[in-house]
């Protein structure tokens, strides 16, 4: 899974090319990958495609899906006005790829990657704190609210809103590692307190067991 998020991750500053599609969410779920796309008038579609983990011929292999995110989307774009395109209609359509499509951005992109030491190619880890948390999926939630799905050891997923806007002035924070930073000194088993205040009493989301509001944590 964390291999086929760091390949799709690609799509969320540019376009999917020749749509005007950005990745928006990149949801966990049981068999499927399922992704939310947005395109510049707030029109979104929600995408599936299958997850079949391991080792080939059985795995589809990370790249495969940039190919069928390129394919699904580009087939959205020019027939259909649906916000959901489930795998047996894409599969129904011919959509998909029989195998990986790798164009010319693609290849250049690749061997960047590969000789900085990009984790897409040298183990991903999804994490920089591998004892309190795995990164499995997000989903923007409003103009600059992400919601992160983590992995917790013994407590499953969970789903925290955070802020990359500042909440007071709207401006985008700068980049760096103020993420992970935040993450870490929430998670912390010495303070679970930090976390648990920031629980919202009764919100149900499918993708995880519980959800914290950290937009205005600092």
């Known amino acids: 899974m964390t291999e086929i998020l760091l390949a799709l991750r690609r799509f969320i500053a540019a376009p999917i090319p020749g749509t005007a599609w950005r990745l928006r969410a990149f949801l966990p779920a049981s068999g499927f990958i399922r992704v939310r796309l947005e395109d510049d008038t707030s029109r979104t579609v929600l995408i599936e495609l299958p997850h079949r983990p391991g080792a080939a011929p059985t795995s589809l292999g990370s790249w495969w899906y940039v190919g069928a995110l390129r394919d699904a989307a580009r087939w959205a774009a020019d027939n259909t006005t649906t916000d959901v395109l489930t795998l ?7 959509v998909l790829p029989d195998e990986v499509e790798i164009t010319w951005d ?10 900085v030491g990009d984790p ?8 920089v704190a591998p004892d309190l948390y795995h990164l499995v999926g997000f989903d923007t939630r409003g103009r600059g609210v ?4 983590l992995t917790l050891p013994e407590r499953g997923t969970i789903g925290i809103d955070v802020a990359t806007a500042d ?8 980049v760096g590692w103020w993420a992970s930073t935040k993450l870490i000194a929430l998670l912390n088993p010495d303070a679970s307190e930090s976390l648990e205040a920031l629980r919202i009493p009764g919100a149900i989301d499918p993708h995880c067991g519980g ?8």
């Open 120 to 127: 897409y190619w040298h183990d991903p880890a999804a994490t």
């Open 167 to 174: 909440p007071e002035f709207r401006e985008s924070r700068p």
């Open 146 to 149: 992400v919601r992160l799905y």
């Open 88 to 94: 047996d209609r894409l599969t129904a359509a011919g």
């Open 211 to 218: 959800v914290y509001d950290a937009t205005a944590w600092a």
């Open 106 to 115: 693609d290849g250049l992109d690749y061997v960047v990657a590969d000789l």
